[in-house]
């Protein structure tokens, strides 16, 4: 009844009666309104929910660019010019926002870090060489870290500091226990929220900080993010360098490329593009990310990596900068201050609170800079060289040498001493920055490397066939180092014999290329200029 069919120019249309009551019709119409507002609540959420499930990784990466090594040069700098160097950490912080960019598209694509990159696709004397490198940067990280928790220690619960030098050996022991690099993802969580808990202190303390300064001046620190000519003086840019250089550190960029294969792998097991090797073969297994996982997790990681660096890194770098250039302005004897004279001067210029908060951001800094530093060490041996040595042995072996020269100069220097060591170490560092910049910005632009196989076949890294139709083969994979291993390269072979694989290319585009070029060079000059002049003998306060 409630139908009626009308035939035109041979078409049939079918009218529909609508029979519903006019008292309910404009419900139904609010209802229509109603979906797509329901439809963007249900998007976002979903976003918001996927995004907290990588939140982790650009925290631990945050790390890198508080450790105790920039309070130092953060305090000379709000001291000598307020807060017009504040610029330079937002750029600091630009640069390795594209720096750490580069890590991840590098780790997700090829399914390995920097320096199994380097093993892989650099000439074995080159290799050898960016390793030494390297290495001799993990180990100057590492000073800043025994010399942050050190001095914290001491002046919180009135430690010795060559005893608090050996107990920095500590968290190397529990980190090297549990640590499992290709292990499921639910262990790597628990690091993260480690990590992220003493990210958290930090930020609490120095919120605390900043409340204890009286009569901020907003007007001036938002003139502090903008570019001003005091900026291009000498001691300007001496201290421009100092905080680049303890901004953007060589071993975040092996931790950046190194953290995002843990997603990656536990969407392709998930999904069946991967089966999860037995304890005893993890460590043998080289894993390829899928294209489906790399499109499922590329841009979260890379928005989760940016909102950690610009609001974790900037706030802790620019809340020290800050109650440095208000409480410590114009006063000389904070230029050449170390870090017992900066607790000193807080303690007596602020309040004894101040002073003590100022210390346990230092000690959750050490700590979560170790933490960071000993996962960085592990990445940077077993890529480079593949050892067959027991992590937890090497790494004790590389903090050892860490702590010796920290330990002898504890016992017979004293708290002098390792403020020099903590100088001498932010200057290595920033010497060393090119040589680890330079691997990653070639292979990042490289067609041959960054590309994946348009393929959702799955695979499986026990078997050394897979029959599918006939139409796929998986062999062995081989290293360049001629190391066999588990797992599979899959070939798609057409019914004539012929290869045809279809590769999607994901290198650098034209941007990315020249904004790394831009970068590595000006980071480059920069650091050169700094070490030159500390040469040349010029009066620098790192």
């Not at 001095?151 to 009135?158: K, Y």
């Given at each position: 009844?409630?139908?009626?069919?009308?035939?035109?120019?041979?078409?049939?249309?079918?009218?529909?009666?609508?029979?519903?009551?006019?008292?309910?019709?404009?419900?139904?119409?609010?209802?229509?309104?109603?979906?797509?507002?329901?439809?963007?609540?249900?998007?976002?959420?979903?976003?918001?929910?996927?995004?907290?499930?990588?939140?982790?990784?650009?925290?631990?990466?945050?790390?890198?660019?508080?450790?105790?090594?920039?309070?130092?040069?953060?305090?000379?700098?709000?001291?000598?010019?307020?807060?017009?160097?504040?610029?330079?950490?937002?750029?600091?912080?630009?640069?390795?926002?594209?720096?750490?960019?580069?890590?991840?598209?590098?780790?997700?694509?090829?399914?390995?870090?920097?320096?199994?990159?380097?093993?892989?696709?650099?000439?074995?004397?080159?290799?050898?060489?960016?390793?030494?490198?390297?290495?001799?940067?993990i180990i100057a990280t590492?000073?800043?870290?025994?010399?942050?928790?050190?001095?914290?220690?001491?002046?919180?619960?009135?430690?010795?500091?060559?005893?608090?030098?050996?107990?920095?050996?500590?968290?190397?022991?529990?980190?090297?226990?549990?640590?499992?690099?290709?292990?499921?993802?639910?262990?790597?969580?628990?690091?993260?929220?480690?990590?992220?808990?003493?990210?958290?202190?930090?930020?609490?303390?120095?919120?605390?900080?900043?409340?204890?300064?009286?009569?901020?001046?907003?007007?001036?620190?938002?003139?502090?993010?903008?570019?001003?000519?005091?900026?291009?003086?000498?001691?300007?840019?001496?201290?421009?360098?100092?905080?680049?250089?303890?901004?953007?550190?060589?071993?975040?960029?092996?931790?950046?490329?190194?953290?995002?294969?843990?997603?990656?792998?536990?969407?392709?097991?998930?999904?069946?593009?991967?089966?999860?090797?037995?304890?005893?073969?993890?460590?043998?297994?080289?894993?390829?990310?899928?294209?489906?996982?790399?499109?499922?997790?590329?841009?979260?990681?890379?928005?989760?990596?940016?909102?950690?660096?610009?609001?974790?890194?900037?706030?802790?770098?620019?809340?020290?900068?800050?109650?440095?250039?208000?409480?410590?302005?114009?006063?000389?004897?904070?230029?050449?201050?170390?870090?017992?004279?900066?607790?000193?001067?807080?303690?007596?210029?602020?309040?004894?609170?101040?002073?003590?908060?100022?210390?346990?951001?230092?000690?959750?800094?050490?700590?979560?800079?170790?933490?960071?530093?000993?996962?960085?060490?592990?990445?940077?041996?077993?890529?480079?060289?593949?050892?067959?040595?027991?992590?937890?042995?090497?790494?004790?072996?590389?903090?050892?040498?860490?702590?010796?020269?920290?330990?002898?100069?504890?016992?017979?220097?004293?708290?002098?001493?390792?403020?020099?060591?903590?100088?001498a170490s932010q200057v290595?560092?920033?010497?060393?920055?090119?040589?680890?910049?330079?691997?990653?910005?070639?292979?990042?632009?490289?067609?041959?490397?960054?590309?994946?196989?348009?393929?959702?076949?799955?695979?499986?890294?026990?078997?050394?066939?897979?029959?599918?139709s006939g139409l796929y083969?998986?062999?062995?994979?081989?290293?360049?180092?001629?190391?066999?291993?588990?797992?599979?390269?899959?070939?798609?072979?057409?019914?004539?014999?012929?290869?045809?694989?279809?590769?999607?290319?994901?290198?650098?585009?034209?941007?990315?290329?020249?904004?790394?070029?831009?970068?590595?060079?000006?980071?480059?000059?920069?650091?050169?200029?700094?070490?030159?002049?500390?040469?040349?003998?010029?009066?620098?306060?790192?």
């Amino acid at each position: 009844m409630g139908t009626n069919t009308v035939n035109r120019n041979e078409s049939t249309y079918r009218v529909v009666s609508d029979t519903t009551p006019l008292y309910q019709r404009g419900s139904m119409t609010d209802a229509t309104s109603v979906r797509p507002m329901k439809s963007i609540y249900n998007r976002v959420k979903s976003i918001l929910v996927k995004y907290g499930k990588f939140i982790g990784p650009g925290l631990m990466v945050s790390v890198a660019y508080m450790d105790p090594g920039n309070y130092s040069t953060s305090v000379s700098g709000g001291a000598a010019y307020e807060y017009k160097l504040l610029f330079v950490i937002f750029m600091s912080n630009i640069f390795a926002v594209f720096l750490q960019i580069f890590c991840i598209k590098l780790g997700s694509v090829t399914g390995m870090d920097l320096a199994q990159c380097c093993r892989e696709y650099l000439p074995p004397w080159l290799n050898l060489l960016v390793y030494v490198m390297t290495e001799f940067a993990i180990i100057a990280t590492d000073l800043a870290e025994v010399v942050g928790t050190a001095i914290s220690l001491n002046i919180l619960f009135n430690v010795p500091l060559f005893m608090g030098v050996l107990l920095t050996i500590v968290d190397v022991l529990v980190i090297l226990m549990a640590y499992r690099p290709n292990g499921p993802l639910k262990l790597f969580r628990y690091f993260e929220y480690f990590v992220s808990f003493l990210v958290v202190l930090v930020v609490i303390c120095l919120a605390i900080e900043l409340a204890y300064v009286k009569h901020l001046d907003t007007i001036a620190i938002l003139k502090g993010f903008l570019p001003s000519k005091e900026l291009l003086e000498t001691d300007g840019v001496y201290l421009a360098c100092g905080i680049l250089g303890a901004t953007v550190m060589p071993h975040s960029l092996y931790l950046g490329s190194g953290l995002v294969q843990p997603r990656l792998r536990d969407y392709d097991i998930k999904h069946g593009y991967f089966e999860q090797p037995s304890k005893e073969l993890e460590d043998n297994v080289v894993y390829k990310p899928s294209i489906h996982a790399i499109r499922s997790s590329l841009s979260y990681s890379i928005a989760e990596l940016i909102i950690s660096l610009f609001t974790v890194a900037v706030f802790v770098n620019g809340a020290i900068l800050i109650v440095a250039g208000a409480s410590l302005h114009n006063q000389p004897e904070a230029m050449d201050a170390d870090l017992f004279s900066i607790y000193e001067m807080l303690r007596d210029i602020l309040s004894p609170i101040a002073g003590t908060v100022f210390a346990l951001a230092l000690l959750f800094s050490g700590q979560s800079a170790g933490v960071v530093c000993t996962l960085s060490g592990q990445m940077v041996s077993e890529g480079f060289l593949h050892w067959s040595i027991k992590p937890w042995l090497r790494r004790l072996i590389t903090r050892g040498i860490a702590i010796v020269p920290c330990l002898f100069v504890a016992i017979f220097v004293g708290r002098k001493g390792l403020a020099d060591v903590l100088n001498a170490s932010q200057v290595v560092l920033s010497l060393l920055l090119p040589f680890c910049c330079a691997p990653l910005l070639y292979f990042t632009s490289s067609k041959k490397i960054m590309k994946v196989e348009r393929t959702a076949k799955r695979q499986s890294i026990y078997s050394n066939t897979a029959n599918t139709s006939g139409l796929y083969n998986a062999i062995p994979a081989e290293r360049n180092d001629g190391i066999a291993t588990t797992s599979c390269t899959t070939n798609l072979i057409d019914r004539d014999g012929t290869h045809s694989i279809e590769y999607i290319d994901m290198s650098n585009g034209r941007f990315e290329a020249i904004a790394g070029v831009i970068i590595f060079s000006f980071i480059s000059f920069l650091n050169l200029f700094l070490i030159i002049s500390m040469t040349l003998g010029a009066d620098i306060h790192l």
